[in-house]
């Protein structure tokens, strides 16, 4: 199993940008996916959550501005970013708890996609 992040860049404050994450490979049914973020000199930090029945989850210092979607079709999980500050420059991770077509489940991470939020 493979998640492929891509929709990172460089955006000025107040502006927008649109993440996707698709998983392919052996995959019988995807439980949880989301994102994480670790900006310059820190820990990687949780972002948001959707679960296969389409809850979600976000930390507080996004909610309001991004919105996490997913297409379950198409394995992949969005994330839009509103309102967007120099404080949210990080390379953006993808995760997800995979069920592959063995029955076996476990926790997948894809290659980070860079934000660069400029002031």
């Known amino acids: 199993v493979q998640l492929q992040a891509s929709g990172g860049g460089l955006v000025q404050a107040g502006g927008s940008l649109r993440l996707s994450c698709a998983a392919s490979?052996?995959?019988?049914?995807?439980?949880?996916m989301g994102w994480y973020r670790q900006a310059p000199g820190k820990q990687r930090e949780w972002v948001a959550t959707?679960?296969?029945?389409?809850?979600?989850r976000y930390a507080d210092s996004v909610k309001g501005r991004f919105t996490i979607s997913r297409d379950n079709a198409k394995n992949t999980v969005y994330l839009q970013m509103n309102s967007l500050k120099p404080d949210d420059t990080a390379v953006y991770y993808c995760?997800?708890?995979?069920?592959?077509?063995?029955?076996?489940?476990?926790?997948?991470w894809g290659k980070g996609t860079l934000v660069t939020v400029s002031s």
């Open positions: 995760d997800a708890e995979v069920r592959s077509t063995s029955r076996s489940t476990a926790h997948y």
């Open positions: 490979g052996s995959i019988f049914s995807i439980n949880e």
């Open positions: 959707s679960t296969s029945g389409g809850s979600t």
